[in-house]
């Protein structure tokens, strides 16, 4: 049976502890928050967590109801500046020190996170 990172960390629990912690600094950051159209941050906390859940080896939850992640595309319609994707990885910072993971594990998911902010910057203003 193969492990996966997924499983490693603690599988959904620890992801979900992860986002959540990641979308209370969202609620409160003035460049962010305009992003989020929603009222209520519970629907994009939910696809995050189930995107990061898939992402990593657990359920494919996330694919089976929106499809493809298509990222670049589903954030085309927002402004990602470098400041916003340092601000989305400040916040991230405070999810992945809310838990216990190894300093491997960490770095990992770090820097999986850290390329993701920057893939997603489609805008210099």
Request: glycine share 6%.
């Amino acid at each position: 049976m193969t492990t996966t990172f997924y499983d490693e960390i603690g599988g959904e629990e620890t992801i979900r502890a992860i986002v959540h912690r990641f979308y209370a600094g969202v609620a409160e950051d003035e460049v962010l928050r305009p992003m989020y159209p929603e009222e209520d941050l519970g629907p994009a906390e939910e696809r995050f967590a189930l995107f990061l859940i898939q992402y990593w080896g657990g359920p494919t939850t996330y694919s089976d109801s929106r499809g493809h992640p298509r990222l670049r595309m589903r954030h085309a319609p927002f402004k990602v500046t470098p400041a916003a994707s340092e601000h989305w990885l400040r916040h991230f910072r405070a999810g992945l020190d809310s838990v216990e993971l190894t300093e491997e594990q960490d770095a990992r998911f770090w820097d999986y996170v850290t390329h993701a902010a920057q893939f997603m910057v489609n805008s210099m203003e």
